[in-house]
């Protein structure tokens, strides 16, 4: 049963779940595509994530209630929407100042942590936070460790990062609390390209080391 | 042209933001007070797109090369109070310093000239773009003037009675959630009993906010789509609300959400001040809303 919840006075949050499922996503993106399709008076916009989509919207045009009821009718009844594109390959340099760490957290030698980090596809289930940052899935439980006590108050955008059974890559510099195993060269934010985030949730994504 | 003779504390451009783009990780962005922004825009007879200047804490000094008509809005300065003034040409325009409230709106008739970026003039503080120059301002700039007019100027300072405080202790207003179901069932009620206090660590992004004399208990939660206003509670108990240019996603749970007509009260709160949440339902927010953009419809 999707949760349906106010987020604020001019959004509605619609949860679908509460774990980072390939599954759920499709929901999500399925649910944003039917209200794309249908544009239901007043909603503004969408924001989708990993197993949510918020929806804002115009008060003075439409209501949560009336909202509601248009996003409840549909649950149930929509097809799977992840497309099945290519993958994208992310070169990346495996040389991030936490990969140390992060070996001895998971009694793994450096290299072991990017064989198993590298070399497997990886869903894009998010891109948020900062501008074009992309949150991909699920990351193997072997090389899953919390993120840091404390953040950076700045990462380089192409930082490669891990965060409990999440991999994702900085888009621009910002503070951050993953723990860094690498960089890429590739641009992932860029505000005069169309659209200006390089991927979106449903994308594939491969991590190739480079030396 | 308008010359950069100190650039104060921390000037940006802004104007109403690039709403929509969250989904790229964009924040929306635009004047952190939108209410003292649009009557700033009014007041010179701008669009209420045109493009003005954010001044935080100390605002700059200015000085114009031709004749101009300013308005200075939001926070108190000694130059302007919510009032249009001329500048005339070769004299400068000093805002100060800002007190009480945070921030303060400097808008220029004809509105300030910079590139659009993403649908919006404003200055995107996450990724270093837009705002003409992909930063604050800073000594040395030249702003150019834009043809972004709506109407004729007013005359007369606008009315105390239709303005916002910039002063706090803060009553906010909020809407419970959406992550309720995160905290203990009583939780909002304490909160909404507690006064919390600003921390010195409040920027365009967000405030942190720290409640002494209550200590709430929230695990992380899997990472959702956050708004402008949401209350989040940190592992440590402590708050952060997020304002226009907040991120855009977030793994801590929000307990409650405050309303677009509160968000400017938020944007003049200064470290030390005390804030206390009044938990409301969408149609008092409404209201409130109502209430607030009514203000903006004055006989001209």
Redesign the interface.
């Known amino acids: 049963m999707w949760?349906v919840?106010?987020?604020?006075?001019?959004?509605l949050?619609v949860?679908v779940?509460?774990?980072?499922d390939p599954s759920l996503l499709n929901e999500v993106l399925a649910l944003d595509r039917a209200l794309q399709d249908r544009r239901p008076s007043g909603l503004?916009?969408?924001?989708?994530?990993?197993?949510?989509?918020?929806c804002?919207f115009d008060?003075a045009i439409t209501?949560?209630d009336r909202l509601e009821e248009t996003i409840r009718q549909l649950e149930g009844t929509l097809e799977a929407a992840i497309p099945t594109g290519a993958v994208v390959d992310v070169a990346t340099r495996y040389d991030g100042p936490d990969l140390p760490q992060v070996a001895l957290k998971t009694n793994l030698t450096p290299a072991g942590v990017v064989e198993r980090h590298a070399g497997r596809e990886y869903l894009v289930?998010?891109?948020?936070?900062?501008?074009?940052?992309t949150?991909c899935g699920a990351l193997p439980e072997e090389i899953a460790v919390p993120r840091l006590a404390s953040p950076r108050l700045r990462v380089p955008a192409g930082s490669v990062a891990i965060a409990g059974r999440?991999t994702g890559v900085y888009?621009?510099?910002?503070p951050g609390g993953w723990n860094l195993i690498g960089r890429t060269a590739l641009r992932l934010?860029d505000?005069?390209a169309d659209?200006?985030?390089r991927f979106?949730p449903g994308d594939r994504v491969r991590f190739v080391p480079i030396p | 042209m308008i010359d950069v003779i100190d650039a104060g504390r921390w000037t940006t451009i802004q104007d109403r933001g690039r709403?929509?783009?969250?989904?790229?990780?964009?924040p929306p962005g635009g004047a952190a007070d939108w209410f003292a922004a649009r009557v700033a825009n009014e007041l010179v007879g701008n669009a209420p797109d045109a493009a003005l200047l954010e001044c935080t804490a100390t605002g700059p000094t200015l000085r114009s090369d031709v004749d101009v008509l300013a308005a200075v809005t939001g926070g108190h300065v000694a130059v302007a109070d919510w009032q249009a003034v001329q500048v005339v040409h070769g004299s400068s325009l000093a805002i100060g310093t800002i007190a009480p409230g945070l921030r303060t709106y400097v808008a220029i008739r004809g509105g300030i000239d910079v590139p659009v970026?993403?649908g919006s003039r404003s200055f995107?503080q996450?990724?270093?773009?837009?705002g003409g120059f992909g930063r604050p301002l800073a000594a040395g700039d030249r702003l150019r003037l834009g043809k972004n007019v709506g109407h004729e100027p007013l005359i007369d300072p606008w009315p105390p009675s239709h303005r916002l405080p910039v002063q706090g202790p803060w009553e906010v207003h909020v809407?419970?959630?959406?992550?309720?179901?995160a905290f203990a069932g009583d939780a909002l009620e304490r909160l909404a009993a507690t006064a919390s206090r600003v921390t010195p660590a409040i920027d365009r992004m967000g405030l942190r906010l720290e409640t002494p004399a209550l200590r709430l208990q929230a695990q992380e939660?899997?990472?959702?789509?956050?708004?402008?206003?949401?209350i989040q509670v940190t592992p440590s108990g402590g708050l952060i609300v997020l304002l226009v240019d907040h991120?855009?996603?977030?793994g801590y749970p929000?307990i409650a959400?405050?309303?677009?007509a509160d968000l400017p009260l938020l944007a003049q709160a200064r470290p030390g001040d005390t804030v206390r949440f009044r938990v409301v339902d969408?149609t008092e927010?409404?209201r409130a809303?109502r209430r607030v953009s009514g203000w903006l419809e004055l006989d001209r």
């Open positions: 949760q919840a106010a987020a604020g006075d001019r959004a949050l949860t779940g509460t774990v980072i503004l916009g969408t924001v989708p994530a990993y197993a949510s989509l918020l804002h008060p209501g949560p289930y998010c891109v948020g936070f900062a501008p074009g940052f949150y999440q888009g621009v510099e910002s934010f505000p005069a659209p200006p985030a979106k | 709403p929509g783009l969250e989904r790229f990780g964009i970026v993403l995107c996450l990724g270093s773009f837009g809407i419970a959630g959406p992550q309720s179901d939660i899997l990472t959702v789509p956050v708004t402008a206003g949401a991120q855009t996603s977030g929000v959400t405050v309303i677009s969408s927010a409404a809303w």
